[in-house]
């Protein structure tokens, strides 16, 4: 088992819809949590990252993350098209393992107008 | 803007040849990753530096695969022999000192071994 899990996909939506993308993971050390997104071709690029539990807010983006069930969701308000991509989940523990993200598989959107 | 640098940005090769791929991170990020990533998949860490010390190599295949930082700044990932396996996205990645989960990545060099 992954220590990171995430539903590959793909997710189709149309342009205005609210997309729900979601990360499961095992290691209880993971303290820190982040969004990456990846268009074609491109290396990721850091949209969210928040650390322990709770909600992050930024524009039409929000992070949650549940600690008591080992739940990441990434929310995006107001779907664009430009949104499509692929979004990837990660963690990391601190500590010792300072800076060692471990990924989940991605998931792959698209928003159709 | 600044952004990590990578070359070459496509890399074809055949097998049991020898590869080299390139890395400048942003300027001032004392730590640098190397991940790779199979088409279909997540990143995962191949090696972290801070500044010219490995600091974790645990995932790299050191019978093909060595990485160094030699003045830490840039770095080379070279893999010798390439095997069909090897044929992935190599990206690099660069953070600051004080947030190294603050991960900024290069564009990657896209590998295909035949």
């Known amino acids: 088992q992954k220590e990171v899990e995430q539903d590959p996909g793909p997710l189709s939506v149309p342009e205005g819809a609210i997309v729900s993308l979601n990360c499961t993971y095992s290691?209880?050390?993971?303290?820190?949590f982040m969004w990456y997104r990846q268009y074609s071709r491109k290396g990721p690029e850091l949209l969210m990252y928040t650390y322990s539990s709770g909600n992050k807010e930024d524009g039409r983006f929000t992070a949650q993350v549940d600690k008591s069930s080992k739940y990441i969701s990434l929310f995006i308000r107001d779907s664009q098209p430009s949104d499509s991509a692929t979004y990837l989940c990660?963690?990391?523990?601190?500590?010792?393992?300072?800076?060692?993200?471990?990924f989940g598989q991605g998931t792959i959107l698209t928003v159709h107008p | 803007e600044a952004e990590v640098a990578q070359s070459p940005r496509y890399k074809i090769t055949e097998k049991s040849q020898a590869v080299a791929f390139w890395c400048d991170p942003i300027s001032g990020h004392a730590t640098l990753y190397w991940y790779r990533q199979i088409l279909g998949q997540g990143p995962e860490l191949l090696v972290q530096?801070?500044?010219?010390?490995?600091?974790?190599d645990s995932q790299l295949p050191k019978d093909r695969f060595s990485a160094e930082r030699l003045k830490g700044v840039d770095s080379t990932l070279k893999i010798q022999p390439a095997e069909l396996g090897d044929s992935a996205m190599y990206l690099c990645a660069s953070s600051p000192q004080s947030s190294t989960d603050t991960q900024y990545f290069g564009p990657g060099t896209r590998l295909t071994v035949l």
């Open positions: 530096f801070q500044d010219e010390s490995v600091v974790d």
């Open positions: 290691n209880s050390a993971f303290q820190y």
């Open positions: 990660a963690s990391s523990a601190g500590g010792t393992s300072y800076g060692k993200l471990t």
